[in-house]
């Protein structure tokens, strides 16, 4: 590629250009949030704080999703999958694009095997108080596995 300056119209296309793209993956993200939203609105919760945890008082709360009882690392699952499911996603890319990594901070939505091990140096435990490792929660994208962030 050429390393020549642009012009000043050329300038202002690539620039229209980025900020059309921006505003499409911010309406990807809107949408995103507004499915989410729409199916926590759909399901209730119930508190139930666990007095047996010594001075801490852990939230064991349940919520109803799809007819379904989940606490609250179960609920993002159950949701990410029927999301994913329901949408017909089917590769990687196209889950990134529904969740990218920045609705869930440095961990990402959903992370590849490879990405975990290279993150977390094999330490498995670090990885499973982050993310789920069941096997009915696994995502195959491209005969790759994939794991949803829990936390």
């Not at 202002?12 to 505003?23: A, D, G, S, V």
């Amino acid at each position: 590629m050429d390393n020549k300056e642009l012009t000043n119209k050329e300038f202002t296309i690539l620039l229209e250009r980025i900020n059309e793209i921006e505003e499409e993956t911010d309406r990807k993200i809107n949408i995103a949030r507004k499915d989410f939203y729409q199916y926590m609105s759909r399901m209730h919760s119930t508190k139930n704080i666990d007095q047996n945890v010594g001075e801490s008082k852990r939230d064991v709360s349940k919520y109803v999703f799809n007819n379904e009882t989940y606490n609250k690392k179960r609920l993002v699952v159950a949701i990410v999958k029927y999301t994913l499911k329901t949408r017909n996603i089917n590769t990687y890319a196209d889950a990134l694009e529904l969740f990218p990594d920045k609705l869930q901070g440095s961990l990402g939505v959903i992370r590849s095997e490879k990405w975990l091990k290279e993150n977390y140096n094999n330490k498995i435990e670090e990885m499973k108080k982050r993310f789920s490792f069941d096997d009915e929660d696994i995502i195959i994208f491209d005969n790759s596995k994939y794991y949803i962030c829990t936390t």
